[in-house]
């Protein structure tokens, strides 16, 4: 990748994006990476919905299988009197499961994706009335504005989706620390991905409609719209593999041919092959997940799986 410099044509008009910092950094330098967080504006949540939906994409219909046959049990142990803050919450689909059972106080769900989790928080408002649903604009990477908790309630973290995934290790020791303290005498009820045969992974990453890569581009076409950038989508392949070195998979997106994209009053020189790491979705052991938890601070309690062992669900206590 060669960068030519600004080259003074709408330069700067985002000046201040974190999105377009990011990008510019990622083109510029090895390791040529961009966090997955910048997949998910309205147009990127409404494509996760549809890959949630795909018939390779397991893990949402297995969570969803997981959570509904163990909502009582779930409830159960979560005990009463509580506050539920979802991280990353997306359409708020899983949490429909749980709240008959668990009857929360009141419902945090957190997200990026700011006009897509305030649609989701209204239709689930019609659908729970009795349910105070207070949604959170923020990103869990950094620091959430949370409102004081409810009197006398205790707060319960629900983080499905297998969303701790897409953290290296260490920034996910770092958030399931940050969690630990969040939720003192509370708890955390975590989705987490098992590793498997890579073929069921290469599937569920590489759909036949193309829906996944779609969501992959979704990154650049955000670009063309909220920075005024000019990458042409159909000039860029998805890449989805597992990498058993590091036991994940990857997603990249991956230069066709020479081109030359403008971005932010940049022009970068992209030659054919270059690639550009846009998601790591990592799969656990359950064991694993359990360490990892517990030098994070929790005391791991209750695991459920499904019968393929493909997924899991754990239940942590925040002492
Ligand atoms: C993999 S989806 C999971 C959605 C939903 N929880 C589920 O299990 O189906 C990740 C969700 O987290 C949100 N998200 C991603 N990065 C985020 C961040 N750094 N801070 C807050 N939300 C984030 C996305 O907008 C998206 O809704």
Redesign the pocket.
């Given at each position: 990748m060669r960068n030519l410099g600004p080259t003074g044509t709408g330069a700067d008009t985002q000046g201040g994006s974190e999105l377009l910092r990011d990008l510019q950094l990622a083109l510029s330098k090895p390791p040529h990476a961009i966090?997955?967080?910048y997949?998910?504006d309205a147009q990127?949540?409404r494509l996760?919905?549809r890959i949630?939906d795909l018939p390779e994409y397991y893990?949402?219909r297995t969570?969803w299988g997981i959570l509904s046959e163990h909502a009582a049990e779930i409830a159960e142990v979560t005990g009463p009197g509580t506050e539920l803050i979802?991280?990353?919450?997306?359409?708020?689909?899983?949490v429909r499961l749980l709240l008959n059972d668990m009857r929360p106080r009141r419902y945090l769900p957190?997200?990026?994706?700011v006009d897509?989790?305030h649609r989701a928080a209204a239709s689930l408002r019609a659908e729970f009335p009795w349910l105070e649903v207070a949604p959170v604009a923020?990103?869990?990477?950094?620091s959430?504005d949370l409102p004081p908790v409810a009197w006398g309630a205790r707060r319960i973290g629900?983080?499905?989706?297998?969303?701790i995934g897409?953290f290296t290790p260490s920034e996910a020791l770092e958030f399931l620390r940050r969690a630990a303290q969040m939720l003192r005498g509370g708890g955390l009820l975590i989705?987490a991905d098992l590793l498997k045969d890579p073929s069921v992974l290469d599937a569920a990453y590489n759909d036949a409609k193309g829906v996944t890569a779609d969501f992959n581009k979704n990154l650049l076409a955000r670009a063309n719209r909220e920075l005024g950038a000019d990458f042409e989508l159909s000039e860029w392949w998805h890449s989805a593999f597992f990498n058993p070195a590091h036991s994940r998979v990857e997603m990249h997106l991956i230069s066709r041919r020479d081109q030359r994209v403008h971005l932010g009053g940049i022009t970068f020189e992209v030659a054919e092959g270059f690639s550009l790491h846009t998601e790591n979705s990592y799969k656990f052991s359950i064991e694993g997940l359990r360490g990892l938890a517990a030098i994070a601070g929790f005391r791991p309690h209750t695991v459920w799986t499904d019968d393929r062992k493909l997924f899991s669900v754990h239940w942590l206590i925040a002492p």
């Open positions: 966090s997955p967080k997949f998910y990127g949540s996760f919905d949630c893990p949402t969570e979802e991280f990353g919450a997306g359409s708020l689909s899983k957190v997200d990026i994706s897509h989790l923020g990103d869990y990477t950094g959430i629900f983080f499905p989706g297998s969303t897409n989705g």
